[in-house]
């Protein structure tokens, strides 16, 4: 069975930072690319950010980039999200992605909802003005 679990989500003020963690059982997390997706209410689901299996690799979508910093460490199986100078657009539920294949890092920001193999059931962020 595989599980992704989403924490650290919260309400925060403005330029207030918030570290979001995803944990990954039933998979060898070293080898799986991961990505985080951000929804606003009435958009669709959109990343802001993934990295490579090894975490050599990172991508960030131009409005989270310099605020945000995606990680991971594989030893505990698990990526975070650290998210300074937060901002009220970042009110968002956020989700974990699991890419089972490892596609290339580098496109992963180009790559559908569709194409992610299991989610985590989101963590929200609220950011107050």
């Known amino acids: 069975q595989v599980d992704v679990v989403e924490s650290g989500g919260g309400l925060v003020e403005a330029g207030e930072s918030l570290k979001l963690s995803c944990t990954v059982s039933?998979?060898?997390?070293?080898?799986?690319?991961m990505a985080w997706f951000q929804r606003i209410p009435g958009k669709q689901r959109e990343a802001i950010s993934c990295?490579?299996?090894?975490?050599?690799?990172?991508r960030y979508v131009d409005s989270v980039k310099g605020r945000f910093t995606i990680s991971r460490d594989n030893t505990k199986n698990t990526l975070y999200l650290q998210m300074n100078s937060l901002k009220p657009e970042d009110t968002a539920m956020y989700y974990c992605?699991?890419?089972?294949?490892?596609?290339?890092?580098?496109?992963?920001?180009?790559?559908?909802?569709?194409?992610?193999?299991?989610w985590g059931q989101g963590t929200q962020v609220t950011v107050s003005s």
């Open positions: 992605a699991v890419d089972r294949r490892g596609d290339p890092p580098e496109l992963c920001l180009t790559y559908p909802p569709q194409h992610y193999d299991y």
């Open positions: 039933g998979l060898d997390f070293r080898h799986l690319g």
């Open positions: 990295i490579s299996w090894s975490g050599n690799t990172t």
